[in-house]
């Protein structure tokens, strides 16, 4: 794992799109009611086995962390509010890389660490679902 810090500038990267993606995102779940003008809005999966999606929860996700409602959206879809809230970092790091040139620091892993990466990011999908499908079913959380 190598961190490397470039030199001052104001070029686009990865972060900044990743900034400019959430902060349109965060835009739309804050003054968009998305699932109220959309008819046909909701997790067709869900209502027909009855079983939430791995993706449910994730408009209420948008919605609630625009709102600054962190623990609602947590309760909707928990790792759903962890990128959210990712998205929101980056879109502080993409103001203060394009408005003032401060340069982001670049993470490089090697091949392995991208390995370990890949399965901790499976891991972590499937133990949100199992909580999704848990919360949903048993605690009635919507």
Known sequence: MQLVLP????????IDAL???????LLI???????????????????T????????GLTRVADRVAHFNVTGAFMANPLGTVVALLFAVAVVLMVVHLVFGVPIPELQLSDAEWRVVRWVAVGLFFANYGFVVFAYRVLHWR
Do not use: D, H
Not at 19 to 25: F, H, K, N, R, T
Not at 49 to 55: D, F
């Open 7 to 14: 030199r001052p500038n104001r070029t686009l990267g990865t």
């Open 19 to 25: 900034g400019i993606i959430g902060l349109v995102g």
């Open 29 to 47: 779940g804050r003054y968009v009611p998305v699932a109220l003008i959309i008819p046909f809005w909701g997790c067709t999966f869900r209502e």
């Open 49 to 56: 086995t009855g079983i939430p999606c791995p993706g449910c």
